[in-house]
């Protein structure tokens, strides 16, 4: 018995996963379930099914389908329900014409993937097309009837197994789509809605396979934000829907403007199932608020019960901020709304170019398309005639209204369907099915061993998985004719980029919808309003930008204070206190001037401050950048007087190329001072220090060889003296490199660990900016002197040590004053460093610079030019090897 039970739960559960596959699998279905009990195969008995309608709606086979949802009446008749009875069905009313140009907008796209080579060649597509009657049931009903293809769909059956459905296109109300998309990503079939905006339908753990090809509300109310604070609105109300678009709209609305310091000054919800739509009361509100700017999150058949009581109570003069579901409404562009509607402004989404539409929308005729059950509405909406069928006669039309001939024309006919100018959402439409036409052809051009799949598998094109399809929608990109593209982020979200529309009256008294801007989004955290306000117009015609204020405007030099128990937007006005500004109108609050500036007397803006560093154009620069230039030239002419004289006795004696090196280390010493003139940028704070201390390091150490050369040269002519070996010229080498090599890796590690930077010194002196460099740490800087000292006193000491060796030319005794001066210099530097401030302090580290190395060049090289130039006969091997002077006579 046990075993009984167990085979018949096994039986039951592979039913139920056989249920949820929808019967999809061919032979692989029909094989299993044969082996279930009968009863098991068998669809509910009808009456274990709900009540419900048959459901029909507009099809064209093809190999694979894609399903629509459009609500092609825009509202329905509501009947008194009394529960004593069974309720009656639904019945729609107002058969929309733009609606229906959006359902065309999908038609057309098939029809032109279909003749395009480029996209599934040899696939055809087809589509199920559902009215929804902007009514949530007869939603489900459609949504149902296309993924089932029943007139009578049962849940979680599919009898019919080709062709598939790759998407559902819509449907257009969020909150329709919030309940269609909780089904649909159940097993992941995608959804693409062309006028959903809901934030909430961004969430993929919700919803995994929505998409949408309109922006969400976030970026919208954002934008909508930013345009009543662009005209200095601030105090505003809200009026919307009371569903998810209105509801999340209004809500992410007033969060951005509180933010912003902006009012509301009443918030009113559109109550949508009752027939009048609570339009009384929202007027009578309206009425009496002093708020002239009120934004409205609706759509145009909802709003038109609003629009028509506003009217019946002569409430005009105010200024509608409209969403995008109603500012490019034909609808309520009518006549009778001018005085109410005329100076709208608000955001249309914005549309890119359909080549071919418009001459399609003018071909549509019941006879090319007697399978469109939508097409006698439509026809007999726009020439107002009765059109005969199977279900209607003569008798039943009445005598009173026009037989439609099929002779019409749209020639000479204006209406929202063959209005072409502002036709967003129907682009919207056109766009979902190109995307999904493009993700159905990647996924038909997959190659095995190279597809997304497990084990680089690829999908049927002809059987595939919803999920498969969906894989492929996620990465799709389209390139537009008007060179936008078209893609989804990871939230199933496109690119946000809307038009700033203006209901404006022209020339001829007719009320035409006016682009003035735009608005959109390069990322998620960066916006842009751009208005056109001169080519604005107003209610009453007018061309001045209307004022919405609870209290009159804070002058500059002022902030506001609210008043306690009001709202934030009524306020007393306040001087800003001492040191701080407001240079605008309306300041929420008083803000410090930058550190480059001082606040005046009215407190409305700031003084710049006095910046101060080093430049060229003063006294100090200019000479210091003098002495710069001589000391470089009486270098160089130094130099080039040793090369002439190489080969002469005083050049050769104690290593003629450490002279040599050391005369370039000087000019690079003396060039090293002018960085420290001019703006201190922060390349200019990297390398001046670290170049005047290697130039430095590189001096002294070629002094110190030249100082240990002179004392081992001497007293290598002692007999027995163990330094001959260390004569040559390799010990000069030596000890230049090492003294000069430590430096380099220290200046190395400063600006790796703790880099110079420049900076606005603030805080020394009042009233001014000093531009300073930074030295990142001041024991590093300290340190590279404190090693140039440690050289310096090295070879001072030896030099003092051999300045009385017996020779005719003691080099010793030059480099023992050099040593001497370079020390002095420094040593004084240090107070005079540390006591001055700002430009002063670079004048005296330039002067330390320029001193020192002028010293050593003076003392060390001077005496030799002396000798070189005037005293030929000193210029002598004898002369330089005796103890004494030579006879001049000899």
């Known amino acids: 018995m046990g075993v009984v039970l167990h085979y018949v739960t096994q039986a039951l559960l592979l039913h139920e996963n056989l249920n949820l596959l929808g019967c999809q699998y061919g032979l692989f279905c029909a094989v299993v379930s044969s082996l279930l009990p009968t009863s098991f195969n068998q669809q509910p008995a009808s009456g274990c099914q709900l009540k419900r309608a048959n459901a029909s709606g507009f099809t064209s086979a093809g190999n694979i389908l894609i399903g629509g949802i ?136 919700q919803f995994p396979s929505f998409f949408r090809t309109i922006p969400s509300d976030d970026a919208q109310s954002r934008g909508l934000a930013q345009l009543v604070m662009h005209f200095g609105w601030t105090w505003v109300g809200i009026l919307a829907l009371n569903n998810d678009y209105g509801q999340h709209g209004a809500e992410i609305l007033q969060a951005e403007l509180a933010q912003s310091g902006v009012c509301v000054a009443f918030s009113e919800s559109i109550v949508t199932n009752v027939a009048n739509k609570n339009a009384f009361h929202i007027a009578q509100v309206m009425k009496n608020s002093t708020a002239n700017v009120i934004v409205v999150f609706s759509n145009d058949a909802n709003f038109v019960p609003i629009v028509d009581e506003l009217l019946r109570q002569n409430v005009t003069g105010k200024v509608w901020i409209a969403s995008e579901a109603w500012s490019t409404s034909s609808l309520l562009s009518k006549k009778k709304y001018y005085g109410i509607l005329a100076g709208t402004i608000g955001f249309a989404v914005h549309s890119g170019e359909i080549p071919g539409f418009s001459e399609h929308l003018n071909n549509v005729h019941p006879s090319r398309t007697p399978d469109d059950v939508f097409i006698k509405g439509f026809w007999e909406g726009v020439f107002g005639c009765k059109v005969l069928d199977e279900r209607s006669s003569m008798s039943s039309s009445g005598n009173q209204t026009q037989m439609c001939t099929g002779a019409e024309t749209f020639k000479g006919f204006q209406n929202s369907y063959s209005d072409v100018k502002h036709f967003e959402i129907s682009y919207n439409v056109f766009s979902a099915v190109y995307v999904t036409a493009y993700a159905l052809h990647g996924l038909n051009a997959c190659k095995l061993g190279k597809g997304p799949f497990i084990e680089g598998t690829c999908a049927d094109v002809l059987d595939f998985q919803p999920w498969q399809v969906l894989h492929y929608i996620k990465s799709v990109q389209i390139q537009t004719i008007d060179g936008a593209r078209q893609y989804f982020d990871e939230r199933g979200n496109p690119p946000a980029q809307y038009d700033v529309i203006n209901w404006q009256l022209d020339a001829e008294g007719i009320l035409q919808q006016t682009r003035v801007g735009s608005y959109g989004s390069t990322t998620t955290l960066q916006q842009s309003l751009v208005i056109d306000v001169g080519a604005l117009q107003w209610v009453s015609m007018d061309t001045q ?160 060889a030249k100082t240990i050369m002179v004392v081992i040269a001497f007293n290598a002519t002692k007999p027995h003296s163990g330094l001959r070996k260390w004569v040559g010229s390799q010990v000069s080498y030596t000890v230049t490199s090492v003294g000069t090599l430590v430096q380099i890796l220290f200046c190395i590690s400063w600006l790796i660990f703790s880099p110079p930077f420049s900076q606005h010194n603030t805080h020394t002196k009042v009233g001014k900016i000093i531009i300073e460099c930074n030295e990142g740490s001041q024991v590093a800087f300290w340190c590279m002197l404190g090693y140039l000292w440690l050289l310096a006193t090295i070879s001072f000491i030896m030099a003092f040590l051999a300045r009385k060796l017996p020779n005719s030319f003691n080099e010793a005794k030059f480099i023992t004053f050099s040593m001497l001066a370079f020390l002095s210099v420094w040593v004084s530097f240090i107070p005079a460093y540390l006591s001055t401030s700002g430009k002063y302090m670079v004048a005296m580290e330039i002067f330390a610079i320029l001193s020192s190395g002028a010293s050593l060049l003076f003392c060390i090289f001077l005496p030799k030019c002396y000798i070189i130039v005037f005293r030929h006969d000193m210029n002598t091997k004898e002369y330089l090897m005796s103890r004494g002077t030579v006879n001049k006579c000899d």
Request: net charge neutral; proline share 6%; hydrophobic share 40%.
């Open 545 to 704: 930008i209307p004022a919405s204020v609870c209290s009159a405007s804070c002058l500059p030099g002022f902030r506001k204070n609210t008043i306690e128990g009001e709202p934030t937007c009524c306020f007393n006005c306040i001087a800003c206190p001492e040191g701080e500004i407001s240079n605008q109108t309306d300041s929420i609050k008083c803000h410090k001037c930058p550190q480059d500036h001082w606040p005046n007397k009215k407190q409305d803006g700031c003084l710049l401050k006095e910046i101060e560093f080093l430049t060229y154009e003063e006294p100090v620069g200019a000479f210091s950048a003098i002495i710069v230039i001589l000391l470089l030239i009486i270098s160089f002419v130094i130099l080039t007087l040793f090369i002439l004289h190489r080969n002469t006795p005083i050049i050769k004696a104690n290593n003629r190329l450490i002279s040599y090196i050391l005369l370039l280390a000087l000019m690079m010493c003396f060039f090293s001072s002018l960085p420290f003139i001019g703006y201190p940028s922060t390349a200019k704070c990297l390398l001046r220090q670290a170049t005047f201390g290697i130039s430095f390091a590189l001096c002294v150490s070629c002094i110190l």
């Open 70 to 205: 459009f609500p092609v009446h825009d509202d329905q008749i509501y009947p008194d329900t009394s529960f004593t009875e069974q309720p009656v069905q639904k019945v729609c009313q107002l058969f929309s014409l733009q609606t229906y140009q959006r359902l065309q907008a999908m038609v057309f796209a098939i029809e032109e993937i279909n003749k395009n080579l480029n996209i599934l060649p040899n696939v055809t597509l087809g589509f199920r097309l559902y009215d929804s009657c902007a009514v949530m049931q007869k939603a489900l009903e459609g949504m149902l009837w296309i993924l089932t293809q029943q007139a009578g769909p049962v849940l979680n059956y599919q009898c019919q197994e080709k062709p598939q459905i790759a998407a559902i296109v819509g449907p257009s109300s969020s909150t329709h789509s919030i309940v269609l998309a909780r089904i649909l990503g159940l097993r992941r079939y995608p959804q693409i809605s062309y006028f959903s905006t809901s934030p909430l339908l961004s969430d993929r753990n």
